[in-house]
């Protein structure tokens, strides 16, 4: 959906908005909770507090689409393709707009700029800005590269007759957008990545596009940079940067996976090799693209809001809820940390600011439900070997937050989760399960934990990143909330994004499934005032 909502709702320049509405019934289901709120309070009491500080940035009445970062003079200034939500203020304005921050905790006012396109790119040249981007037409459906100059990144200029489409015997003219350009040294001259498709006789026919040029005003196509003849959809918005050796190419698929992924070669032109785990995180980030800043490097994208049941599945018709909804085109802003290993392949990491917002200390407190627990000051362990053992904390689940601990796990384990918004029963809540048997990080939401969503639910598994678990291994684990946000970072090196919306204010667990695991360190921080 999230593919095709790109695809079709920024057409003629513009991010169109597309309201269906759903009439259901008010009935309250009372098996769920107490505690799990209406949606329709829930989500005005979210929007007021969307005014007030963010650990991930969501703009009112609206949402993040495709951000376009720049880097310059200790600034990140992130430009974004804005989705608006069914609202018609006076303030409302289409098209890209502009977020400065240096930390990406802290942003300034954003403002709209003037354009009216799909996603591009920003550089800097001779002291001049140079923004470039897509514009859209139908009937026969075509895409185009637009350029535009700028001496404050603020007030652009036009150069419409700079516009123009693929060379037709290279790429087919349906998909031509989201230009990345940067300066290639080793070829001495401007390179273009585009967001294509090439001629060829399967319905497989997604790749980078490549285009040249020696001043920024006229471009030649090139055969495609990579296409491996393997997706039927393009592979949207393309990046690439060169760092200790490596050559990496970034893009972000939808049919097949529905990922940002990336590819690497030693080599500016290819062969391009796809790593062991070549994605970044899960289903739930989108269309991430890379800035740095010299020392740091940050991957931009989007966690998708859910607000239409487009597939018209409910597993609880009485229930109106969210967590069952399609995803939205755009949500919330994530920036993950990226970096290279030893070996040269990529990991991901949380943005290092969210701890120096996240400054006072909570203590956590464990009740055991089942099982033998050793209950710390600030771990909690137990030996399980054939039962499901589980503790659940008295601290609710803060709005704004951060859980952390390390585990280490004993030979044989079979898997062993943390949880969130758990009821007092310690049944439905959201659950992250370690699993060192199918080597993955999982989620499982409270859909699967009662008999009308299991018996309904169309898939074994909701969301999982892959993740190497070796027993004695000590690992640490960082679980941030921002309201329905939850990002997930594992080992330092492995990243789950989340949206849930329809439990709050329950509480955390823990939970062993046959198996020893030691939990330690934990500690709860929240925002400061």
């Not at 991430?288 to 487009?310: E, I």
Request: with cysteine; glycine share 8%; net charge neutral.
């Amino acid at each position: 959906f999230g593919g095709f909502m790109k695809k079709y709702c920024r057409k003629s320049g513009q991010i169109y908005l597309i309201l269906i509405v759903i009439l259901q019934g008010k009935k309250y289901n009372k098996s769920i909770g107490k505690r799990v709120r209406k949606s329709g309070k829930n989500r005005r009491k979210t929007e007021r507090r969307r005014k007030n500080m963010q650990l991930f940035y969501t703009p009112q009445h609206a949402r993040v689409g495709d951000v376009i970062p720049y880097y310059e003079d200790g600034k990140f200034h992130l430009f974004y393709l804005k989705n608006w939500n069914p609202y018609f203020g006076s303030d409302r304005k289409d098209g890209w707009h502009l977020l400065n921050t240096k930390d990406m905790v802290h942003y300034g006012p954003e403002t709209a700029i003037g354009i009216l396109g799909g996603t591009g790119s920003v550089i800097k040249a001779d002291g001049i800005y140079h923004l470039y981007y897509c514009v859209f037409e139908q009937n026969p459906q075509r895409q185009y590269v637009c350029h535009a100059t700028s001496r404050d990144l603020d007030s652009w200029t036009k150069h419409e007759e700079e516009t123009f489409g693929p060379d037709e015997t290279i790429y087919l003219p349906t998909d031509w957008r989201d230009p990345y350009v940067f300066w290639n040294e080793e070829e001495n001259c401007w390179w273009m990545l585009l967001c294509a498709q090439s001629q060829g006789k399967t319905g497989r026919r997604g790749c980078v596009g490549l285009c040249k040029s020696a001043d920024l005003h006229h471009w030649e196509c090139c055969e495609p940079l990579y296409a491996p003849h393997a997706s039927m959809a393009a592979y949207e918005c393309p990046d690439m940067f060169y760092e200790n050796g490596w050559w990496y190419l970034i893009f972000s698929q939808f049919t097949d996976r529905f990922q940002t992924i990336y590819r690497m070669s030693r080599s500016c032109h290819g062969p391009w090799k796809r790593p062991k785990t070549d994605s970044f995180d899960g289903r739930v980030f989108y269309a991430a693209k890379s800035c740095g800043d010299g020392n740091h490097r940050y991957l931009f994208g989007w966690n998708p809001t859910r607000t239409q049941n487009t597939w018209n599945f409910d597993p609880d018709p009485n229930h109106e809820g969210y967590d069952y909804k399609t995803y939205d085109w755009g949500g919330t802003l994530i920036p993950h940390e990226i970096y290279a290993r030893e070996d040269g392949t990529l990991a991901v990491r949380p943005n290092p600011a969210l701890k120096e917002v996240l400054t006072i200390q909570n203590d956590v407190k464990w009740a055991p439900m089942n099982g033998a627990w050793e209950i710390g000051e600030t771990s909690a362990v137990v030996d399980t070997p054939y039962a499901y053992a589980s503790a659940l904390s008295e601290n609710d689940v803060p709005h704004q937050g951060c859980l952390a601990f390390d585990f280490t796990f004993s030979e044989g384990t079979e898997r062993f989760a943390v949880a969130l918004q758990v009821d007092e029963e310690f049944a439905r809540g959201y659950y992250f399960y370690l699993d060192p048997k199918r080597q993955r990080l999982e989620y499982k939401s409270a859909i699967r934990m009662h008999e009308q969503g299991g018996w309904t639910f169309q898939y074994d598994v909701e969301l999982e990143r892959p993740l190497e678990l070796i027993p004695g291994k000590t690992y640490s684990m960082e679980i941030y909330i921002d309201e329905s946000v939850m990002e997930v970072y594992v080992g330092g090196t492995t990243a789950l994004s989340v949206r849930a919306y329809d439990l709050h204010d329950r509480k955390f667990g823990l939970a062993v499934s046959d198996g020893k695991v030691r939990f330690e360190n934990i500690q709860l921080t929240t925002m400061g005032g």
